[in-house]
């Protein structure tokens, strides 16, 4: 096992979500446009069912400082919660307190931020995760280094840092949790009782912590509604162990996520060097079930979220290709995995090409399969698009693991992606903090700036429909183009041997027959057909016979007018004739349509100077 000094210490404790990229990620928040964003990645365009969503919008927040989002969330008004950490006070973040704030912004459903909060002391305060509360406030957590300010009760180095907020952004209250060591807050969950639930790490064995295992455990801290302590769990061994993500399970116990280098204690199977972690607890915070997974490299687990059938989805990164790692394409590569609910491995997936690749955060699509969003500085692989450094990187995958679609956002500086949020349809939005001013992203105040960027993966689909589908002949139809995702050609094949390249055509049926149509339609993102089969059914009308007349009516020209009125299969001045002694009984007894030769909607005698005209 390898020591590490206070200092390395503290740096992976504290700082890894926020600072592990913060070469390449300083983001900003405030009232800010929302930019427009250019598609970049490239793929087949045979195939348009899989495609990669399209950015409709990007916004870079923050000030000349250094600034990053590390999560969001959805709120019940339809906006969006969203937490980071900033250095600035100018731009978009106002009321710094000193070095690095927690800072909070809350978006409303048109992507206009309301209100930003600046939250901590004259030391460092880090940002890690937030939540909606079911009073319609925020709880936000993270890691403080102050002991001033909207900071009290620090417990020596730093604590972990829980605030209430109400709607508004303004400080209900504030909890440092901890001892004298070192310790942090990764992520937090409302609990189904109304309380809080939070994971960390620490380094402490006084103060808040008990039963501390050596060096760093992965920690749990539960809290009343109001803030108070009322359990805590430390969870490890001898080793280097750290908490990272949390949700609740089906009978309000909770399933935590993060890594182990340790060989005893609470940890068992470790495969070597450090393994993604899964730690299953009851409500009262009692250990049930864990499950070390990874291989002789290192492994690590970021997020965690339940599944439809009661398992659970994991988010993180490895470099090993044994163990229960396979399917490596080299250096680090964003893992995935799959348990059941006893936190047995049912499949793993290794997504990213030969350089440094990572996922950070995994939700559940509602339709099916998961989003997981993270970072990719490779160019090969599975990564295609990158734009330069590292790329903030989203990928879609089915409900096996299958890679459906990928897709790179940033510019040459370096971007990097923390957070995903399913909205409604097949939209995404994410978070993160990018160091480039080009390429998807526009308006960075300086350094690094908070950055969101919406997605949408409805973005190109043919689609179709008609006024009519059914009809006697002649049968006129109006198709209308009903594709998304700006279609810039269209094929139409009406299915009698005609072709169109309208875009909302009107196509004449004049033969009786079912007929099936498709539109094939061609965009940015390659082409897509829809087919109905069998769609439009035509008829001939139903002409009878005039009286006294063995045969009905014909059509001679195919016109849609019957001008033969005898039947005798051509139009003379006997079809006059049997039109002028029948006109009532026409009027009351053929489809007038047929029969209405100047097209005013009656039978008259105008109808017969018409006829007459054409013998």
Avoid at 88 to 102: A, K, L, R
Avoid at 369 to 380: E, K, L, M, P, R
Wanted: proline share 4%.
């Amino acid at each position: 096992m390898t020591t590490r000094d206070p200092y390395s210490i503290a740096v992976a404790v504290m700082l890894t979500l926020c600072l592990v990229q913060a070469a390449f990620a300083e983001v900003s928040v405030g009232r800010t446009e929302r930019h427009p964003a250019v598609p970049s990645s490239r793929f087949s365009p045979e195939d348009a069912a899989v495609l990669p969503p399209v950015p409709e919008w990007q916004a870079a927040c923050g000030g000349s400082g250094w600034d990053a989002g590390v999560d969001l969330r959805s709120t019940g008004d339809g906006g969006v919660i969203a937490v980071g950490s900033s250095r600035s006070d100018d731009g978009e973040v106002s009321g710094n307190h000193g070095h690095t704030d927690i800072w909070v912004v809350k978006i409303d459903a048109d992507g206009t931020p309301l209100w930003q909060r600046c939250l901590g002391g004259s030391g460092d305060d880090y940002a890690a995760g937030v939540a909606e509360t079911v009073d319609g406030g925020y709880i936000a957590v993270g890691t403080t280094w102050s002991c001033d300010g909207d900071v009290c009760g620090n417990h020596g180095g730093c604590d972990l840092w829980v605030v209430k907020l109400d709607d508004s952004g303004t400080l209900l209250w504030q909890r440092c949790l901890g001892g004298t060591g070192l310790d942090s807050g990764s992520a937090v969950r409302p609990s189904a009782d109304g309380g809080y639930v939070i994971v960390g790490s620490t380094l402490s064995s006084d103060g808040d912590v008990c039963g501390n295992h050596g060096s760093s455990d992965l920690w749990v801290v539960k809290l009343d509604g109001g803030g108070s302590l009322l359990w805590q769990a430390c969870l490890g061994g001898s080793g280097y162990d750290e908490g990272w993500g949390i949700t609740e399970t089906a009978d309000g116990g909770y399933v935590v996520v993060g890594s182990v280098a340790s060989p005893d204690g609470d940890v068992s199977g470790n495969h070597g060097s450090s393994d993604l972690w899964v730690v299953n607890l009851d409500a009262a915070g009692n250990l049930r079930w864990k499950s070390a997974l990874g291989g002789s490299g290192g492994d690590y687990g970021y997020d965690i979220c339940r599944t439809a059938d009661g398992g659970y989805a994991v988010a993180g990164m490895t470099d090993s290709c044994d163990g229960d790692v396979s399917g490596n394409h080299g250096a680090w590569d964003a893992w995935v995995v799959r348990l059941d609910a006893d936190g047995d491995l049912l499949w793993q997936r290794c997504f990213g090409g030969s350089d440094l690749d990572a996922a950070r955060s995994i939700r559940r699509v509602a339709g099916g399969g998961y989003v997981v969003v993270g970072d990719t500085y490779s160019i090969d692989g599975d990564a295609d698009g990158n734009h330069g450094g590292c790329d903030l990187w989203v990928v879609g995958l089915g409900d096996d693991g299958t890679l459906l679609w990928q897709r790179c956002c940033g510019g040459s500086g370096d971007d990097v992606g923390y957070a995903v949020q399913p909205g409604e349809g097949e939209r995404y939005t994410v978070i993160g903090a990018t160091g480039s001013n080009d390429g998807d992203v526009s308006g960075n105040h300086g350094h690094t700036d908070l950055w969101m960027v919406g997605l949408t993966t409805s973005a190109f689909h043919a689609a179709f429909t008609a006024n009519v589908t059914e009809g006697t002949t002649p049968l006129p139809v109006q198709f209308s183009d009903l594709s998304t995702g700006s279609p810039f050609r269209w094929r139409w094949d009406f299915g009698d041997g005609t072709v169109s390249a309208d875009q909302s055509p009107v196509h004449v049926y004049t033969s009786a027959g079912t007929y099936t149509v498709s539109l094939t339609v061609t965009s940015l993102f390659g082409r897509d057909t829809e087919i109905k089969t069998d769609y439009i059914t035509v008829t001939d009308p139903a002409v009878l016979p005039l009286p006294g007349y063995a045969d009905p009516p014909t059509d001679p020209d195919g016109d849609g007018l019957y001008e033969d009125l005898n039947g005798n299969g051509r139009l003379d001045f006997a079809d006059v004739v049997a039109y002028f002694d029948n006109m009532e009984w026409i009027a009351d007894n053929e489809p007038v349509d047929c029969f209405d030769y100047n097209g005013n909607g009656r039978i008259d005698f105008n109808d017969i100077v018409v006829l007459f005209e054409e013998i």
